[in-house]
């Protein structure tokens, strides 16, 4: 089963309004969890890297005021668009590694609509 | 130059072929190595990863060239199931990171 959940799935917003996008991680704590971001046909790029009680580490290029990331607890990480516009519409993934494993699980995605 | 190149494809193979898909990394002091597989509309997961000395599993077998900078995944006697995109992913960091490193991915269409 899933390790990683991300909600909502998909999304769809007006021009201007902000997108919250949740990031759990199941039965582990994870102190570190990844955002990515991936648009048709092109890789999925690494945002910013989000670290429990402290600030996230952002990506070059990556506005920190537009991509608000809050790790408030172990099992919890959350992206906010804010003020989103059409050029924000992309799948955001977020990711986390088990404790002592080697692998990187994704959440299921969310896929952002702006119009 | 991209840090990750891949070959996007698409590749059209019949059922039962063998396929194979290169990737190379331009930066040298990259740690760990993966070939992740995406389905459309869906996140990643791992294929297997990458070892200095190949490993295989099961009809996929996987090749690093670390002087070349160089992987490659085959994939012999392909399924329909085997349809899918194809991510080479790089760690440059050793240790617990997941700073990972998607090439653009190639496409596969097996087809009946």
């Known amino acids: 089963g899933a390790v990683v959940s991300q909600h909502p799935s998909w999304v769809i917003c007006k021009s201007g309004t902000s997108v919250k996008i949740e990031c759990r991680s199941l039965?582990?704590?994870?102190?570190?969890m990844f955002w990515y971001r991936q648009f048709p046909k092109q890789s999925l790029m690494l945002m910013a890297t989000?670290?429990?009680?402290?600030?996230?580490?952002?990506e070059q290029g990556v506005e920190k005021d537009k991509f608000l990331i809050n790790h408030a607890s172990l099992t919890l990480s959350t992206l906010t668009v804010t003020s989103a516009h059409p050029e924000d519409s992309s799948f955001y993934i977020c990711?986390?590694?088990?404790?002592?494993?080697?692998?990187?699980?994704f959440g299921e995605g969310s896929r952002l609509t702006v119009l | 130059r991209k840090e990750v190149e891949q070959d996007p494809g698409p590749f059209n193979v019949p059922e039962g072929a063998t396929v194979a898909f290169n990737c190379t990394y331009s930066?040298?002091?990259?740690?760990?190595f993966f070939w992740y597989r995406q389905d459309c509309r869906k996140e990643p997961k791992l294929l297997m990863s990458?070892?200095?000395s190949g490993n295989e599993d099961g009809r996929f077998t996987a090749q690093l060239n670390r002087a070349s900078q160089y992987i490659s995944l085959l994939i012999r006697d392909s399924k329909l199931s085997d349809s899918a995109t194809y991510l080479c992913v790089v760690n440059l960091y050793s240790g617990n990171t997941g700073k990972l490193i998607f090439g653009q991915g190639t496409t596969l269409q097996v087809k009946p």
């Open positions: 039965d582990f704590q994870a102190t570190t």
């Open positions: 990458v070892y200095s």
């Open positions: 989000s670290n429990e009680g402290s600030k996230a580490t952002y």
């Open positions: 930066n040298s002091a990259s740690q760990s």
């Open positions: 990711s986390a590694r088990v404790p002592l494993a080697g692998e990187l699980f």
